[in-house]
């Protein structure tokens, strides 16, 4: 009833990569991935083509067309999914469902945050049939306007928006569909690296308009994972080498 689709650039460290494949794999659902590279995770597909928001388009559109869940989840190689993340089920099959409870962490950091509507695609769940006609829309604009060779983050894609029925058509979106929210028991963790795709945005001063409800707690305080203790190994806190 229940899938994960997970999708790469293969741009990641090792080390934190294989720690998201860890807690993913606790899940106990049947994954679909797709990369750039080979990789041992799940049924996958390499997609020939650039590190770019048209490239991932097509990723994700492979894996839901893979994929035979009902319901499957967005899941991203720098996220770390908390197993009660997977309990949730969308009440309705014309919604796209976020997920809430996440805290946002800039590697080798001592602080996470969060805020009001920080709803990101990596914390989505969907009914598969409806979030793959959308995404047939999003490639069939990126074609219509030939914008399949664009790279980085274009001024279209931060038009359209990257989360399903968030942005309205009036602002740019793709479609007027709506969406919802719950929280999962525990907290996921979205890991703000060098390679992250979309800015970082972890002080107040990355934002041109503050978000509402700001938090920011010691890492100490996340009950869902002991980041220090997950990420002991590299050092990143003595040598202050990966930190953003």
């Known amino acids: 009833m229940k899938g994960i689709i997970f999708y790469t650039d293969n741009t990641l460290d090792i080390n934190i990569s294989s720690q998201v494949e860890d807690f993913i794999r606790m ?33 994700i559109i492979s894996c839901l067309e893979r994929s035979t869940a009902k319901y499957v989840f967005f899941c991203e190689h720098d996220v770390l999914y908390h197993y009660s993340h997977f309990d949730f089920t969308p009440p309705r099959d014309d919604i796209f469902y976020y997920n809430e409870n996440v805290w946002r962490w800039g ?7 969060r805020y009001d509507r920080m709803l990101s695609l990596s914390g989505m769940c969907v009914n598969r049939e409806y979030v793959l ?36 058509k009036r602002r740019g979106g793709i479609t007027d569909d709506d969406f919802g929210t719950w929280k999962s028991r525990y907290s996921n963790i979205d890991i703000r690296h060098k390679g992250t795709f979309s800015p970082a945005k972890l002080k107040l001063k990355d934002f041109k308009h503050k978000p509402k409800w700001w938090k920011e707690i010691n890492i100490e305080d996340i009950k869902s994972v002991d980041l220090r203790r997950l990420f002991s190994h590299m050092n990143i806190w003595e040598n202050n080498k990966t930190k953003i």
């Not at 590697?107 to 945050?113: K, L, N, P």
């Open 27 to 59: 899940a106990n659902l049947p994954i679909v991935s797709a990369s750039l590279k080979p990789i041992a995770f799940g049924d996958n597909e390499v997609i020939r083509g650039k590190r770019s928001y048209p490239t991932m388009v097509r990723q």
């Open 107 to 113: 590697f080798g950091s001592d602080t996470a945050i």
């Open 133 to 168: 006609e959308h995404y047939y829309l999003r490639r069939k604009k990126i074609m219509d306007n030939s914008w399949e060779n664009d790279e980085g983050q274009p001024r279209w894609v931060r038009i359209m928006g990257y989360e399903p029925g968030t942005k309205k």
